[in-house]
C-alpha cells in the first residue's frame, strides 16, 4: 500500500540526516537496509511466532494468553517497551481479526518488530476501518461473507495482536516446526498463516 500524504517533519529530518551520514561514507545505506529487514520480518516476528506455535500446542497456555496476552507473552521472555499491555485476538471459522493503529502507528514491537511501512500509511490507518474487506483484498485476503471481519484500533495503551487460525495441515507438527508457518502479517491479520516456502 502507498500513502498519498507528504512525508512528516521528522521523516524529512531522518532522511537529511541519512544522506549527510551517506555522503560523509560514515554509513553504508545497504546495511542500514539490511538491519532494518532483519528486524521488520526476521527477529521481531520470529518472537510472536513463537507465541502463537505455543498457543497451538498448548491449550492451557492459549487460554491463559487469550485471558491476559501481556501476563502469557511474558512468559515467553517477551516484553519491553510498546509491548507493555497487551491483547491477543484470536481468529476462527466465525471471525477475522485485523489491528490498525488510526492515530499514529502504535505496533506490538516486543512480539512482531518494527512496523512495516504500509501499516504507517494514511492510507491503511484510514481504509481498514471504512473498508476492511477491499483492504484485505490487496494483501490476497479474501475473507468469505459469511465471516465477521472486526477491526481493532491500537492506541497508547493498548496493544494488539492477531493469534491466527492454524491450518489444518500442520495439525500435529512440532512447536519449532509451527514456527515457520506463522507470517508477520498473519498476527496483524492481513494475511493467514502458511505452509513456509523452501
Excluded at 107 to 131: C, D, F, I, M, N
Aim: aromatic share 6%; glycine share 6%.
Amino acid at each position: 500500500m502507498s500513502g498519498t500524504a507528504p512525508p512528516s517533519d521528522l521523516m524529512l529530518r531522518i532522511k537529511a540526516i541519512e544522506t549527510l551520514l551517506e555522503e560523509k561514507n560514515l554509513i553504508d545505506t545497504s546495511a542500514v537496509d539490511a538491519m532494518i529487514e532483519l528486524y521488520e520480518n526476521k527477529l521481531g516476528p520470529r518472537n510472536g511466532a513463537q507465541v502463537v506455535a505455543k498457543a497451538w500446542t498448548d491449550e492451557a497456555y492459549k487460554a491463559r494468553l487469550l485471558e491476559d496476552g501481556s501476563k502469557a507473552i511474558a512468559e515467553l521472555g517477551f516484553t519491553g517497551v510498546q509491548g507493555e499491555e497487551m491483547v491477543v485476538l484470536e481468529n476462527t471459522s466465525e471471525v477475522h481479526n485485523v489491528i490498525v493503529c488510526t492515530l499514529c502507528s502504535c505496533y506490538p514491537w516486543p512480539v512482531l518488530g518494527l512496523p512495516p511501512t504500509w501499516y504507517k500509511t494514511a492510507a491503511y490507518r484510514s481504509r481498514v476501518v471504512l473498508e476492511p474487506r477491499a483492504v484485505l483484498k490487496e494483501f490476497d485476503l479474501e475473507i468469505p461473507a459469511e465471516k465477521e471481519v472486526r477491526v481493532w484500533d491500537s492506541n497508547a495503551e493498548i496493544r494488539f495482536m492477531v493469534l491466527p487460525e492454524q491450518p489444518e495441515e500442520s495439525k500435529g507438527l512440532s512447536e519449532q516446526e509451527l514456527v515457520e508457518w506463522v507470517t508477520r502479517n498473519s498476527m496483524i491479520g492481513t494475511g493467514l498463516a502458511e505452509k513456509p516456502s523452501k
